[in-house]
């Protein structure tokens, strides 16, 4: 199915962001720091720590600023410490809390930037120049929500997906991420739309962001591989989801992702007993029936 495999691909794990900020009870700072401190050990070299959101709309990230304090610095020398963000104030707050790199959400349907920001795309285009200009040194990575489609709006044109890719390149983001926010992507549509994305992105740096709502995720990962992709954010334990897109569900779970890479010859640098190590916690402090199948059946031996 895929006709050329990299010898290496990037998984930038979600779980501290994506996976938590769907889990409706709060999860104990001190957990969440267990949590990172092994998935760190497995070898993950990129990590989205938090997002730097309003309280009231994600009380699960209200503990942002301290998990940064700790991991921004003892994790800088193996892993690349990244934050969400949804507006000005939040980049500004990252930044002063040490991080360096932000994904900035922005939806390609209204209806869900509506929901998610609050904000027109027109006002979310126009904070993120804004920040542009009051940091000019931070890195921003657009992460396009609904790129497949919108709970809302049902299916998201590919052209509406790339207008906004060259929107976002004009403000000066400088890595794209299209995400399948409600995992409705099916792998024809990743093959195509990442062949068209790659084409526009030329060198930069592109990642998919893909839910298993649907079962698709794995597959999707290799329509993305097709497609000409190398990076993908996935969630340990399968954990994830947009609390503001009715039907979503988990991410892809990591250790899926790096069973089927290392079986297909693709290194992922990250140990999958390590990794499992670091799910277990999750099944331990947060949630003991997991959807991901590695996290459920463990690993017979290290791929
Ligand atoms: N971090 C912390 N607080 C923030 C904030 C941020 N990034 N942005 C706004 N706030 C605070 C404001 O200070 C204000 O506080 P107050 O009520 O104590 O005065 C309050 O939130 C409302 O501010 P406002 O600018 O009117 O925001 P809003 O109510 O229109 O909400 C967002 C807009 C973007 C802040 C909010 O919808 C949000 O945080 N969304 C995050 C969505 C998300 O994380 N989705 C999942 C990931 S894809
Ligand atoms: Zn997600």
């Known amino acids: 199915m895929i006709e050329k495999i990299p010898p290496a691909v990037t998984l930038v794990e979600v779980c501290p962001r994506d996976g938590f900020q769907n ?12 949590i990172i401190r092994g998935l760190a050990a497995s ?15 994600i ?7 301290e998990i940064a304090a700790v991991f921004v610095d003892e994790l800088a020398a193996n892993c690349r410490t990244i934050a969400l963000v949804p507006n000005l104030k939040g ?10 790199t932000v994904s900035y959400v922005i939806s ?12 027109t795309s027109e006002e979310s285009l126009a904070d993120l120049r804004r920040i542009k200009c009051a940091l000019p040194d931070l890195k921003l990575r657009a992460d396009l929500a609904t790129a497949f489609g919108c709970p809302f709006e049902g299916a998201v044109p590919p052209g509406a997906v790339l207008r906004l890719m060259e929107k976002v390149l004009n403000c000066g983001v400088s890595e794209i991420v299209l995400c399948d926010t409600i995992g409705i992507a099916d792998p024809v549509q990743v093959q195509a739309l990442s062949k068209q994305a790659r084409k526009m992105c030329g060198e930069l740096p592109m990642a998919l962001h893909l ?35 009715p039907g979503a569900a988990g991410n892809t779970a990591t250790e899926d992702a790096v069973n089927m890479l290392h079986a297909i010859g693709a290194d ?9 190590k670091a799910v277990a916690l999750i099944k331990q402090y947060i949630k ?13 031996e290290e791929a």
């Not at 889990?23 to 267990?34: P, Q």
């Not at 980049?91 to 360096?100: H, L, V, Y």
């Not at 992922?268 to 499992?276: M, N, P, R, V």
Request: include cysteine; charged fraction near 20%.
């Open 23 to 34: 889990v409706r009870t709060f999860i104990d700072t001190e957990y969440k720091k267990r």
């Open 43 to 57: 070898g993950i070299t990129e990590i989205e720590l938090t997002s730097f959101v309003s309280p009231k709309a």
């Open 59 to 65: 009380p699960q990230m209200a503990d942002s600023a």
């Open 91 to 100: 980049a500004q707050t990252a930044w002063d809390s040490g991080i360096r």
């Open 108 to 119: 390609v349907s209204a209806a869900h930037n509506m929901a998610n920001v609050r904000r």
């Open 211 to 245: 839910h298993d709502t649907r079962g698709m995720g794995l597959v999707n990962i290799c329509a993305g591989i097709d497609g000409g992709i190398s990076r993908f954010e996935t969630s340990a334990g399968g954990l994830g989801g947009c609390p503001f897109a």
């Open 268 to 276: 992922t640098g990250i140990s999958l007993e390590a990794l499992l």
């Open 288 to 300: 003991p029936d997991l959807t991901s199948r590695m996290g459920n059946i463990g690993a017979c």
